[in-house]
Structures are given as structure tokens and as C-alpha cells.
């Protein structure tokens, strides 16, 4: 099988791809950058350098471009702050997820993931759930066999750029993760490594068809080390 990786350079993207170089199944890893990095080491894995802005206008010749594979898997997301305004931001994690979601699957690929987040939802009031579910919405509709929707909660990792109120919400949502249990499980921060192994998995599971909505006391438990 091939995957394709979109994202490979953010915290749960750099892990996802770790995972996918390392496992056998996968003959071939494409990844889909902006630039092209200074090296790529492994043998297996193509880096692809891609204007997103076309792909989000469905240019032919950017969409013949990508490469074929049986999956993919999205991890591109940015932040208000970091984007500089909610138009930016949207251009992200809506355009540009759905842009290469829509090209793969017009390649060929057959199942989808993408990080997403919790309390995602198209009516949300809060914009950045609103964003992450219309995104998700679009995904649902456009013919893969399996489209996985991974929520999770708080990422618990080691960030290159600061967040100062993430890590207090890490530090406070461990400290009373004990009083987290049944509906509130899904609140707790949740290891990054947990993220990218619980999507990898359920997106190579060919007896999970359809949408799969993983949330993220769910994702802990598939994500864990076995």
C-alpha cells in the first residue's frame, strides 16, 4: 500500500509519519510539503512539494501532480493567532484540508483520517469548532469508503512554538484527570503519540466503513502502545 501524509511537519503530522514509514504494510510514503526540505533520509518516503492554494481551486494539472495512493491522512492546522485572522485560519483548516482530501480522493484514494478536533461541529457557535466541522462535513461526502474523524481533546507534546495557555490546561486537565470519568473522559489532555497511532490504526482497518468519529477517550485507548 501507499499513504499519503499531509501535515508531516506539525506535532501529531511528525508522529503520524514516523508511524507510517515504520510499518511494513506501507510500501511508500508521500509527503505533501510546502517547501522542500533540506534532506529526506528514508528510502520510502517521497516528499512532494505542493502549491495548496491551487489544489483548493481544483486546478487540473495540481491535481494530476498528486500523487496516487490508498490513503491519506490530513494533519494541517494552524491557529488564529498563529494565521493572523479568521479568514487565514479558515484558508487552512478548511481549504486546504478539504482541498487535498477531495485531490486524493480524485487520485484514487480509497480511505481518509483527519485530525480533527473535540467539540468539532458545523453549527458550533465557537468559530474554530464551526471551521474543523464543516471541514469534517465536506469530508463525508465525497466517496471514500472510510472517512476517520479523530477528535482529539488537549495534545499533550512537546510544541516547538509557545503556548503558555495549552500548557496550563495540560497541567490542569492532568491533575484532575482522576475526576474525569464517563462523558468527561474525552477532556483529558492526550499524548500526541496516542493521536497519530489511534488514526493510523483505524484508517488501516479495512472493517471500519463509512464515517468513523473517534473521540478523544476513544483515540487514548486505540492509541495505545501495544
Given amino acids: 500500500m501507499q499513504a499519503i501524509i499531509a501535515g508531516a511537519t506539525g506535532l501529531v503530522g511528525g508522529k503520524i509519519l514516523e508511524l507510517l514509514l515504520a510499518d511494513p504494510a506501507y510500501e511508500k510514503v508521500h509527503s505533501l510539503v510546502r517547501r522542500a526540505p533540506a534532506n529526506a533520509a528514508d528510502g520510502k518516503l517521497e516528499t512532494h512539494v505542493v502549491d495548496f492554494d491551487a489544489l483548493e481551486a481544483q486546478d487540473a494539472s495540481a491535481v494530476a501532480a498528486l500523487p496516487a495512493a490508498d490513503h491519506v491522512l490530513i494533519s494541517l492546522g494552524t491557529t488564529i493567532r498563529k494565521a493572523g485572522s479568521q479568514e487565514a485560519f479558515r484558508k487552512v483548516d478548511f481549504g486546504y484540508v ?9 487520485r484514487g484514494a480509497r480511505r481518509v483520517g483527519l485530525v480533527s478536533s473535540l467539540g468539532a461541529a458545523a453549527d458550533s457557535s ?3 469548532n ?3 466541522g464543516e471541514a469534517e462535513d465536506v469530508l463525508k461526502g465525497l466517496g471514500y469508503e472510510a472517512t476517520v474523524l479523530a477528535r482529539p481533546s488537549i495534545l499533550d507534546g512537546d510544541r ?6 495549552e500548557r496550563v490546561g ?3 486537565g492532568n491533575a484532575l484527570s ?5 462523558s468527561l473522559r474525552k477532556y483529558r489532555p492526550i499524548p500526541i503519540e496516542r493521536v497519530a497511532r489511534g488514526l493510523v490504526r483505524a484508517v488501516k482497518d479495512d472493517t471500519m466503513l463509512g464515517t468513523i468519529v473517534i473521540e478523544s477517550d476513544e483515540l487514548s485507548i486505540l492509541g495505545r502502545p501495544q
Fill in 98 to 106: 478539504v482541498a487535498v482530501a477531495r485531490a486524493a480522493r480524485a
Fill in 178 to 182: 482522576f475526576v474525569m470519568v464517563g
Fill in 130 to 132: 464551526r471551521v474543523k
Fill in 160 to 165: 516547538r512554538e509557545s503556548r503558555p495557555g
Fill in 170 to 172: 495540560i497541567a490542569v
Fill in 126 to 128: 465557537v468559530f474554530y
